[in-house]
């Protein structure tokens, strides 16, 4: 079994059809980090494990499900929770590591319809995945929000940013610890309706995250 994190925040009208296309094999954590619309009872109700974290930011929720997925399964997937994503494909981020050819697997996005991913945040995320490359040379082109990784690994990296620096900040400590990462490309779609990204459906929560992600590269 692989555990799934999913970091929520009133996402109450894209869990129902997500957690009913989680394939087989793997098993959803939802990690509600203060939401209002009654997120972490449809998530019960569909059967999900929900674990409530009182710190706001995406690396809180985050860091709060791989410490709670089942140490005995090994490997942890982590996926935004608002219907972007087809949970169909985790199985193809999880397979290098499962095989042992990576460390970590992480997700390109690709946009499976137009405006599935706005121009403003296309942009911030090329730039960030640019310095990253340039500075830790890890053949990465997206600072996606979906990727899978063996727990135990994880958590001996000692991630510290809590908020939208989190994913950046892995990709430079993998780069550091010599890990082998591989990309590979995944459907981008619409959020659910009723949704909104907190990073790509605003260009201040785009400029939020670029903040947060620049100050991980400065440091």
Known sequence: ????????????????????????????????????????EVARAYGAEVISVA?????????????????????VCVMDADGSFDPAQLPRVAAPVLAGTAQLGTGRRRPAVRGAWPLHARIANAVLARRLRRSSGLPVYDIGPIRAVRRDDLLTLELRDRRFGYPLELLIAAGRAGWRVVEVDVDYHPRAAGTRSKVTGT????????????????R
């Open 1 to 40: 079994m692989t555990d799934v994190v999913l970091p929520c925040r009133n996402e109450a009208a894209a869990l129902p059809d997500l957690l009913a296309r989680m394939p087989a094999g793997y098993r959803p954590l939802v990690v509600d980090n203060g939401s209002t619309d009654g997120s972490a």
């Open 203 to 218: 260009v201040l929560g785009t400029v939020r995250a670029v903040r947060d992600m620049s100050a991980v590269l400065a």
């Open 55 to 75: 710190e706001p930011g995406y690396g809180a929720a985050v860091h709060a499900g791989v410490v709670a997925a089942n140490p005995a399964d090994g490997v």
